[in-house]
């Protein structure tokens, strides 16, 4: 389901979801649409969102995008060639 539906039926609060589509945007991943596995109680929202499986993530539906913006460190050296 698209992101705004799952933000409708799960309105304010968090939500651990299966990432099912997403597209790039600079340093973006924009998340289109999700599969909702199960609400998360604010109590329980920072563990839940550290022992999420990959291809899972715990997120806020107040958020109108879901956004997950991607880290790339400048400080790591990559070596070429080998």
């Not at 099912?20 to 649409?33: A, P, R, S, T």
Request: proline share 5%; glycine share 2%.
């Amino acid at each position: 389901m698209k992101w705004q539906e799952a933000r409708k039926l799960f309105p304010d609060q968090f939500l651990l979801v299966s990432i099912l589509d997403y597209h790039e945007e600079d340093n973006k991943k924009i998340v289109d649409e999700v599969a909702p596995i199960r609400p998360v109680s604010r109590k329980n929202a920072n563990k839940e969102f550290f022992r999420a499986k990959e291809g899972t993530m715990v997120y806020h539906t107040s958020n109108k995008e879901f956004v997950i913006h991607l880290r790339r460190d400048p400080l790591m050296k990559v070596r070429r060639g080998l």
